[in-house]
């Protein structure tokens, strides 16, 4: 096969890889761009999980003291976890039990301890997740199949960056002289948009299709009970380290506060941001937050009464494979460095997103009639090879 | 205008040529199609509907009861160590602070160490996951174990077909006799 052809069949390749399923492809990369500041957009709609400063010298309470403001205002719900967000901006994210059996997450302030509120039935967070996760499509045994079909476009996503840099030759040249034409028509225009877009958001791409491809990876392994983690599975606690004491009367746990102590003396570097409450009497207390490399969390799992650490998850124990594949989903949603990540990931998501339909209109435009031609090339059995000034113009090196 | 694009050779390929963008329509219905699911799902998580899909019933344990409830409405689920069944319970309101752990067990166990898989949560809504063996007698009965801070222990137990007529249709449709 000449060279032309095959650029020329690589060309193809490119502009039918997503293309039946092109909506599909779309709602995914917009429902995925919502999902990276979904917490931003329930912030600017909801004031209950706003961090509001009391007054101006107001610092930020202790989960012990954020737990009994809780315990003030309603004696009879259990705190079972605190999360402090990354974002300073937001309220702290409390598990709360209720006596009628409701279990939900509420909103905290950070300064107060005042109860602002509790996550609506409609979680617009969890549901861009779900939706853009896994399609909706309920786990019942193993993963969701939904979930394979979205991480499976991490493939075709791939191929395409690949596929996209082969045919548009020389494209590093379209960092030094961008090209937009405006006025020479919707077909020039969008062929424009979508070639720059693309070469800019190269590494975006790269980025979104191998993290995604890796949630398909994860998912085969997860279905077929292979483990790759190094993180210990932590028995119940033994029933000689729970403390025996008079019947009715609850044996004591150390202060939160103290088990976070304990904790961060444990994990040098450790700003604990989450606590998870025991679960029962024979349960860990877990505390665990960021340490020097922002895409992993580190944590460890502490005897409530004696304060005994049990078990630790450092970065140190961890491989370097799991260094990699640890890192996939934080690089995949952009939340690891605050609101200017996120904010970068929504925009190339949004440029991703119009990429898809700019895609689409270049084909609905050009690409339907040099298929044609092809088609008729192969049938006249390379008699006589019929011009594609489209096709050429497309894969040509000058615009 | 793609439609143009081959002559179709073959019904399949025609069929395809056809209708291949229609794909694009199913695979949007697929979301539209789990949403009530999806929201029974996170109410359900939530507990807005309770502490399960369906509540068996009380259980005396000693001086102490529990409300058990089927997590799900349904038979166990297929899991690598054999079937597992939800169950969820909440301890009478007294009981709270008296309970310091509560167990779940198919079959009388014979000590505190076999009491079956410990209830996880709060004692408000508290839940714990059984495995159901494939043979398990339809007339089996579900023993809840509950242990006091001081170390003392109760039991109680409920018939299988009454905390899960689920899971006994299952058992019958498993093959198991009577």
């Known amino acids: 096969m000449s060279k032309k052809s095959r650029s020329k069949l690589w060309f193809l390749v490119h502009s039918w890889l997503a293309l039946p399923i092109w909506f599909f492809v779309l709602i995914v990369c917009v429902t995925g761009t919502l999902a990276v500041v979904s917490q931003e957009i329930v912030w600017l709609a909801n004031p209950d999980i706003r961090a509001s400063k009391p007054s101006d010298d107001a610092q930020p309470l202790s989960f012990d003291q954020v737990i009994a403001a809780i315990k003030r205002d309603e004696p009879q719900v259990i705190v079972r976890s605190i999360i402090r967000p990354d974002e300073s901006h937001f309220a702290l994210m409390v598990g709360l039990s209720y006596p009628d059996g409701r279990s939900v997450d509420a909103y905290a302030n950070p300064y107060t301890g005042a109860l602002q509120g509790i996550s609506p039935a409609f979680d617009f967070q969890q549901f861009t997740r779900a939706l853009h996760g896994w399609w909706l499509v309920p786990f019942t045994n193993g993963y969701s199949w939904g979930w394979y079909l979205v991480s499976l476009l991490g493939l075709p996503l791939l191929a395409s960056l690949v596929t996209g840099l082969v045919v548009y030759k020389r494209f590093w040249k379209g960092f030094l002289r961008p090209t937009l034409r405006i006025r020479h028509g919707a077909r020039i225009f969008w062929g424009d948009f979508h070639r720059l877009s693309g070469i800019w958001s190269i590494w975006f791409i790269a980025v979104i299709s191998i993290t995604g491809t890796w949630f398909l990876i994860q998912a085969i392994l997860g279905d077929n009970q292979i483990s790759i983690s190094s993180e210990p599975i932590v028995p119940v606690i033994a029933r000689e380290k729970v403390p025996l004491s008079a019947p009715g009367v609850p044996a004591p746990m150390i202060a939160l506060d103290d088990a976070i102590k304990i904790a961060t003396q444990r994990i040098p570097g450790l700003e604990a941001t989450f606590a998870f409450l025991p679960l029962n009497a024979y349960s860990h207390l877990q505390i665990g937050g960021r340490g020097w490399y922002p895409l992993m969390f580190q944590t460890a799992q502490l005897n409530p009464y004696s304060g005994e650490i049990a078990v630790s998850h450092l970065l140190s124990d961890r491989t370097a494979l799991e260094f990699v594949t640890e890192s996939m989903r934080p690089l995949h949603t952009g939340d690891f460095g605050g609101l200017w990540i996120k904010l970068i990931w929504a925009f190339f998501g949004l440029v991703l997103s119009m990429m898809v339909l700019s895609g689409l209109l270049i084909w609905t435009k050009r690409t339907a009639l040099a298929t044609l031609n092809a088609f008729k090339r192969e049938a006249k059995t390379q008699r006589q090879p019929v011009p594609t000034p489209a096709l050429r113009a497309e894969t040509s090196e000058t615009h | ?178």
């Open chain 2, 1 to 178: 205008m793609s439609r143009v694009a081959a002559k179709p050779s073959s019904p399949l390929r025609a069929w395809w040529l056809k209708w291949r963008f229609h794909i694009n329509i199913l695979l949007l219905l697929v979301p539209l199609g789990f949403m009530p699911k999806y929201f029974a799902d996170a109410a359900l998580f939530r507990g807005d509907a309770g502490i399960g899909e369906r509540v068996a019933g009380d259980i005396q344990v000693g001086p102490w009861s529990l409300t058990l409830a089927e997590f799900r409405n349904e038979g166990p689920r297929p899991d690598p160590a054999g079937p597992m069944k939800a169950f969820n319970a909440a301890l009478c309101a007294t009981c709270a602070e008296q309970v310091k752990a509560t167990y779940l067990r198919i079959g009388k166990p014979r000590s505190l160490r076999a009491a079956g898989v410990i209830f996880f949560g709060t004692p408000y809504r508290m839940g714990a996951i059984v495995p159901v063996p494939e043979r398990t007698p339809i007339d089996a009965e579900l023993w809840v174990t509950m242990e006091g801070w001081d170390g003392t222990m109760h039991q109680g137990s409920i018939p299988l077909s009454q905390a899960s007529p689920a899971t006994i249709a299952w058992l019958n449709k498993q093959g198991v006799k009577p």
